[in-house]
């Protein structure tokens, strides 16, 4: 057996696999989000902790005595984040978000400290990513700063708790700023650029490389053996690709949770910062990918939910109920909601319902709402094809996987065959699961198989034109916004 445990934004899942590959059970437990000021995204690490456990709970009593079978675990989490450790191992300040907003001067201030950011890194500086954070604290809360003896990935923090052990994988470093992502190491310039040092960094590892075992008291917490194996594991997006099974270079995925992700594995480093794509170091060696990344994606239609008090089947039976005419007459949606990374790194970009009318229902600005991530997603698509990447078919994963209409319609708007696989709602927690199976001695391809089709959706040639029209007026209204003044 083998447990995967997915560190998300929203939830913590945790699924279990068993000998042959298969999805034994799942289970989860959800997360909140503290925004203590405008463009301020935090979590308490602590909670992490206690969600982990009982989630662990919940889907230990689904698998029941199969449970105990476990012989290693992989982990998974959202990138980016900081958290900061002082020489005690005890946490300093809330864990400051992939999502938060408040370091924009600070990656203008990194960007200059360091000539060779972009060859290094391949990436921009973004307010996302963990060297930008710190620097803010350095600045703003410099007693923190001094204080900080390690930095560690989400993730990597539940393996501390897990296993005493300060490791990471070279999938999830990649989006700190701190590593030579070509070399897969740190770089000792990028870290002195923000006044960190490799001592304050966790041990580098591989994702299929073993990172550990659990530590007594929490394998009988959690009625496991304390030789249970514990996987280097991978950031959210490496670890679906694993669990979808894109391991060789063309194979992609189309991720629809809090963020959008549209992901294309490489067999070399081929950085393209220019148009705000990420390329980052895969889960497995020798290998790299490049990602661009929608900062709110099925997360908008959770959000419109929640404004509208109701619950997203209902929402989506009412959708799909509408005729072509009131879906072309929708209001267009423009869906930065957290700002937005590719193609803009523009945090600032807001959110938007262009056109509205009494005519409009909760139905037209529900579809409206889909249609604007699925552009959002054209335009990611764009810059990838333009670094490069050659893409025919996507798999989509993560919660909107869930959706056929959803589904159909980003097949429609990008133009692309969209394949969902059983299990693919597993995300990032089945690639882990995978990661562990891996450590424990299993080989690439047996593991890392596509899993079975569920369905494809091919693109039709006339809806695909009717959205053209829509398409272009959803980045007209980007381009042509007022532009005041805003700080995070």
């Not at 992939?98 to 203008?108: G, T």
């Not at 591989?206 to 280097?232: F, H, K, R």
């Not at 497995?284 to 990602?291: D, E, F, I, V």
């Not at 589904?407 to 065959?417: E, H, M, S, W």
Request: with cysteine.
């Amino acid at each position: 057996m083998y447990l995967g445990i997915d560190l998300g934004t929203s939830e913590v899942k945790v699924v279990l696999l068993d000998e042959a590959g298969g999805l034994l059970a799942v289970a989860g437990e959800s997360l909140s989000v503290s925004r203590p000021r405008p463009g301020w995204s935090e979590q308490q690490p602590e909670d992490w902790w206690q969600a982990t456990s009982k989630a662990i709970a919940k889907l230990r009593d689904k698998a029941g005595a199969a449970f105990a079978g476990v012989r290693a675990i992989g982990l998974s989490g959202q990138m980016h984040g900081a958290v900061l450790l002082d020489e005690h191992d005890r946490v300093l300040r809330p864990a400051i978000l992939w999502n938060d907003l408040r370091s924009v001067a600070e990656c203008q201030a990194l960007t200059a400290a360091a000539p060779r950011l972009h060859q290094l890194a391949g990436n921009l500086a973004m307010p996302g990513f963990t060297a930008p954070k710190l620097l803010w604290v350095a600045s703003h809360e410099p007693e923190l700063f001094a204080a900080t003896a390690t930095v560690l990935l989400p993730k990597d923090y539940l393996r501390l708790r897990m296993t005493g052990a300060k490791v990471c994988d070279t999938s999830d470093a990649s989006g700190t700023l701190w590593l030579d992502v070509a070399e897969r190491d740190w770089s000792d310039e990028l870290l002195a650029a923000s006044g960190m040092r490799r001592e304050q960094m966790p041990q580098l590892v591989e994702g299929l490389q073993a990172a550990g075992s659990l530590l007594p008291e929490v394998a009988a917490a959690w009625g496991l053996g304390d030789d249970v194996i514990v996987a280097g594991g991978a950031g959210d997006g490496a670890a679906s690709a694993v669990g979808i099974g894109a391991v060789q270079p063309g194979d992609g995925f189309l991720s629809l949770g809090t963020s959008g992700v549209m992901f294309v594995v490489d067999d070399s480093f081929r950085p393209n910062p220019a148009s705000a794509l990420h390329t980052f170091c895969h889960a497995l060696p020798g290998r790299w990918n490049q990602m661009s990344v929608m900062l709110a994606a099925a997360s908008c239609l959770r959000w419109f939910c929640k404004l509208t008090s109701v619950d997203e089947a209902s929402l989506l039976q009412e959708i799909e109920a509408m005729p072509d005419e009131a879906r072309a007459s929708a209001p267009v949606f423009l869906p930065y909601l957290s700002g937005e990374r590719t193609p803009h790194n523009d945090p600032f970009a807001p959110g938007v319902f262009w056109g509205l009318t009494q005519a409009h229902d909760r139905a037209a600005l529900g579809y409206a709402v889909l249609e604007g991530v699925s552009f959002g997603m054209v335009d990611g698509l764009d810059a990838l094809r333009a670094a490069g990447s050659q893409v025919s078919q996507l798999s989509l994963v993560g919660g909107g996987a869930r959706s056929p209409f959803w589904a159909q319609l980003l097949a429609d708007a990008l133009q692309l065959d969209i394949v969902t696989h059983v299990g693919s709602e597993a995300g990032g927690a089945l690639g882990a699961a995978r990661l562990g199976w891996l450590a424990a001695g299993g080989d690439i391809a047996t593991v890392c198989t596509r899993p079975p089709v569920q369905a494809v959706y091919q693109p039709d040639a006339q809806r695909h034109q009717a959205l053209q029209g829509r398409l272009q007026l959803f980045r007209d209204i980007y381009r042509n916004r007022p532009v005041p003044h805003q700080e995070a």
